[in-house]
């Protein structure tokens, strides 16, 4: 719990919410909500779908295997200046995030 002890601030948006949910076992729903709840919720708007358009514009030829929900979460990292904290470095190729590694 370190970085609780910190004060870290973490934001959690919908497509994370989706994308945990999505692999997830009835058994840990209330786990899952245990942890969101330690989390800022951050809404996603047009401008964010918009820029996740664009990235995928820029990207999704060069760089294979992105998926929406990915340009999606640059985008709402983008747009609420915070650092998208990911294992997946190579799904987000955009040089106007930050990235934080697992």
Same mark, same amino acid.
């Given at each position: 719990?370190? $970085?609780?002890?910190?004060? =870290?601030?973490?934001?959690?948006?919908?497509?994370?919410?989706?994308?945990?949910?999505?692999?997830?076992?009835?058994?840990?729903?209330?786990?899952?909500?245990?942890?969101? /709840? $330690?989390?800022?919720?951050?809404?996603?708007?047009?401008? =964010?779908?918009?820029?996740?358009?664009?990235?995928?514009?820029?990207?999704?030829?060069?760089?294979?295997?992105?998926?929406?929900?990915?340009?999606?979460?640059?985008?709402?990292?983008? =747009?609420?200046?915070?650092?998208?904290? =990911?294992?997946?470095?190579?799904?987000?190729?955009?040089? /106007?995030?930050?990235? $934080?590694?697992?």
């Amino acid at each position: 719990m370190l $970085l609780l002890e910190s004060e =870290t601030r973490f934001l959690i948006c919908p497509v994370v919410v989706a994308e945990v949910y999505a692999g997830a076992f009835k058994r840990e729903y209330s786990d899952i909500e245990a942890l969101f /709840d $330690l989390c800022q919720r951050i809404d996603m708007d047009v401008d =964010t779908g918009r820029m996740a358009g664009l990235y995928a514009n820029q990207f999704s030829k060069a760089f294979s295997g992105i998926s929406l929900e990915d340009y999606l979460m640059a985008a709402t990292a983008r =747009t609420h200046r915070c650092p998208l904290w =990911t294992h997946n470095r190579k799904h987000y190729p955009m040089d /106007d995030i930050e990235l $934080l590694a697992l």
